[in-house]
């Protein structure tokens, strides 16, 4: 009798343990497995951009900034590195505030990849010009103009590959404008 349940438990064991091995998800009517996608975090407007910046995995050394005298439809503003690159996240209080980031992209008639999603956008750093622009700091903007700053280079291969991770985490899409 001992041996039967020997028997026994080691089979049942060994069920036990090749479930273990198995991915997790359902079977669709066919029988075929099937995995359920992990789901997107949630972004939502009037939400801090510190907060938005730390969903994204891989975005470290998240910095809170100041929103200046940003319009009254920005919430806040964050920076984090990600990949080796500075990008900047600003959060924005309803859909007409962050939907104002393309027009301010499209008067500097630069070419820029950068993501956006609900109630934030997010792009790669260049220098702070953008940044400026969009906090309304004009006493910054101007003394930077008046120091002949050599303008960056873009970068744009690496602009749209950290716009399309962060756009991925964060469900949220990439935009170019030129």
Same mark, same amino acid.
Not at 72 to 92: E, I, K
Not at 149 to 161: C, N, R, T, V, Y
């Given at each position: 009798?001992?041996?039967?349940?020997?028997?026994?438990?080691? $089979?049942?064991?060994?069920?036990?343990? $090749?479930?273990?091995?198995?991915t997790?998800?359902?079977?669709?009517?066919?029988?075929?497995?099937?995995?359920?996608?992990?789901? /997107?975090?949630?972004?939502?407007?009037?939400?801090? *951009?510190?907060?938005?910046?730390?969903?994204?995995?891989?975005?470290?050394?998240?910095?809170?900034?100041?929103?200046?005298?940003?319009? =009254?439809?920005?919430?806040?503003?964050?920076?984090?590195?990600?990949?080796?690159?500075?990008?900047d !996240?600003?959060? @924005?209080?309803?859909? /007409?505030?962050?939907?104002?980031?393309?027009?301010?992209?499209?008067?500097? /008639?630069?070419?820029?990849?950068y993501?956006?999603?609900?109630? @934030?956008? *997010?792009?790669?750093?260049?220098?702070?010009? !953008?940044? @400026?622009?969009?906090?309304?700091?004009?006493?910054?903007?101007? /003394?930077?103009? !008046?120091?002949?700053?050599?303008? =960056?280079? $873009?970068?744009?291969?690496? +602009?749209?590959?950290?716009? +399309?991770?962060? *756009?991925? $985490?964060?469900?949220?899409?990439?935009?170019?404008?030129?």
């Amino acid at each position: 009798m001992k041996s039967i349940l020997g028997v026994a438990g080691a $089979a049942l064991l060994a069920l036990v343990l $090749a479930g273990c091995g198995s991915t997790a998800g359902t079977t669709d009517q066919t029988g075929a497995a099937s995995t359920t996608p992990e789901p /997107k975090p949630t972004t939502y407007y009037g939400q801090t *951009a510190s907060a938005i910046a730390a969903l994204v995995p891989g975005c470290g050394s998240v910095q809170a900034s100041d929103v200046g005298k940003g319009g =009254p439809g920005m919430a806040s503003t964050a920076s984090c590195v990600l990949g080796g690159r500075t990008v900047d !996240f600003y959060s @924005w209080s309803d859909a /007409k505030a962050a939907a104002g980031v393309a027009s301010v992209i499209q008067v500097n /008639k630069d070419e820029v990849y950068y993501a956006a999603g609900t109630g @934030w956008t *997010a792009h790669v750093r260049r220098d702070m010009t !953008f940044h @400026w622009q969009l906090t309304n700091d004009a006493g910054n903007l101007t /003394k930077y103009a !008046f120091e002949k700053h050599p303008i =960056p280079a $873009a970068d744009l291969p690496g +602009e749209k590959s950290a716009s +399309e991770q962060i *756009a991925t $985490a964060l469900d949220g899409s990439v935009q170019h404008s030129r």
